[in-house]
């Protein structure tokens, strides 16, 4: 076996064939590069197809996705140390060129500068970040269901604070149409109800859903991180892509999602992967539990050039 075929075999194990797992536990779609983030603001680009041909997804417009993913943990980074901000929605600058609406393949570049400005009140700073928009359209972009469904994470009384649309273009069908939002993440900023201190409330019931294995795992990720659970009340539907879990006592590390692909329906390899994981977390000091594993046929995998048929094995995990 060649060098080449080992680098496919081990992406392939990790489940990574399309992505880059980082550090943050954010899983990159191909292409995409960390953006870079500071105390003032998070810069990042893309430079690739529009579209790609391995599964017709909208990896330049995902870019919207990542920088929103790393925003929103650099907010919660600067508020656990301190640092009170919010997102400058006014001077947000994005470039795209070109842009066309429609599957092409065709190359383009991305920037997107998002900026912060400091507040001198805890409950003033913005906690959580996310956008809704398209990639050469306006038309399906549906702003009322987004803020609809974001709403279930604000805290009492709180409000979503979104940007006017911005474009890289006039011309929304050449451009890249974007409304940005941020609010008070209800699990941090458990003490600002109403700018007054107040305890998390116990026993309610967070819900998380996402449109795949990856984009459920960076979601579940970024959402409890240094959460205070519940432990035994964490319950998954892989069929819904869904996770629930209800607000407690417990302080934990963060829920996780680990997956694997392989071509051989049997589980002894990714029960080996799992208790390494558990060993290599223990030795680290954390405790990882296994909440729920399963597996799925018939899977669309892709290396970027070719496409075929797979079974992943999936597990949900509590590290603590």
Known sequence: MNLQENILRIKEVMGLLNEQLTQTGYVL??????????????????????????????????YSNT???Y?????????SRGIYVKVDLKNIVMTADPVQYGKN????????????????????????FDHVGGWGHTHKINLSDRKSKLS???????????????KTHKNVNESLNEYWIQWKNKTTQSDCVNNSPKPNVNGEEM??????YIDLRNKIISQSTDSNIDVNSIKVNMDKFEITYNLGQTKINKISLYTRNTDIKDNTEFTAALNSIITKNKSDGVTVKIIKE?????????NGKDTWQTTVYWAVLLLY
């Open 294 to 302: 399963g597996s799925q046929d018939n899977v669309t995998v892709s």
């Open 29 to 62: 779609p191909q292409g995409h590069v960390e953006p870079t983030c500071t105390d003032v603001g998070c810069k990042g680009e893309y430079k690739g197809p529009q579209f790609l041909k391995s599964d017709g997804s909208d990896v330049a417009h995902q």
């Open 105 to 128: 393949y065709n190359q383009t570049h991305v920037t997107i500068d998002i900026p912060f400005i400091r507040v001198k009140n805890k409950c003033d700073a913005y906690t959580s």
């Open 71 to 79: 925003v929103g943990v650099k907010l919660k980074e600067l508020y």
């Open 152 to 166: 279930t994470l604000l805290l009492p009384g709180e409000t979503l604070d979104v940007s006017d649309l911005k």
């Open 67 to 69: 920088m929103s993913y």
């Open 207 to 212: 819900t998380v859903t996402g449109i795949s």
